[in-house]
């Protein structure tokens, strides 16, 4: 059976930090936090993969980790962004300042091996940033716009040792995230 697949870089640890940063929007109508404890880095969204394509795979994300050539290294979170505008937003987020150089060289790696082996390139630039809500409607839009051109918040510094493969179950309450893989940097 199929599994749906993302390769991250998890915030293990920031998930009190996850949560002041979600405070001003977590009254909002129209806007739903995310679970601070499953709080991550995208580096590729894989979509539904098959138990034939995973050997291949993990295969491909050793490989990647590898030739990106990323010790483990501090990441700092901080500062609101959203996507894909202020004018239309459907993600609030916060990015990364220290450590986003290396997060990009990871997801390039990770681009450059998933492709060779058949999984579709992304559609749109790689931005480094943590997904803490998601908007349904633009309802609280000048909220959400005011919250973000004010004063930047600082989720917190972390050590990345490790990427992961991780599969991610929609539910009713949310997705639930489980990982398949590490990958040691």
Request: aromatic letters at 6%; charged letters at 25%; proline letters at 7%.
């Amino acid at each position: 059976m199929a599994r749906r697949l993302f390769v991250s870089v998890d915030l293990d640890g920031l998930a009190d930090a996850v949560r002041r940063v979600q405070d001003p929007l977590a009254d909002l109508p129209g806007v739903d936090p995310v679970d601070p404890e499953g709080v991550h880095v995208t580096l590729k969204f894989l979509g539904e993969v098959g138990p034939a394509r995973l050997p291949g795979l993990t295969d491909a994300l050793e490989g990647a980790v590898g030739s990106a050539a990323v010790g483990p290294f501090e990441a700092a979170f901080e500062g609101y962004g959203v996507f894909p505008s202020l004018d239309y937003i459907s993600v609030v987020w916060v990015g990364v300042g220290a450590g986003s150089a290396a997060l990009a060289r990871l997801h390039e790696a990770v681009e450059r091996e998933t492709t060779a082996i058949g999984f579709d390139p992304e559609d749109h630039d790689f931005t480094p940033h943590a997904t803490v809500a998601r908007v349904r409607d633009a309802r609280s839009k000048s909220e959400v716009q005011e919250l973000v051109g004010g004063e930047a918040p600082t989720l917190g510094r972390l050590r990345v040792e490790e990427v992961r493969l991780t599969e991610s179950t929609l539910t009713d309450d949310g997705p639930v995230y489980e990982t398949v893989e590490s990958f040691p940097l």
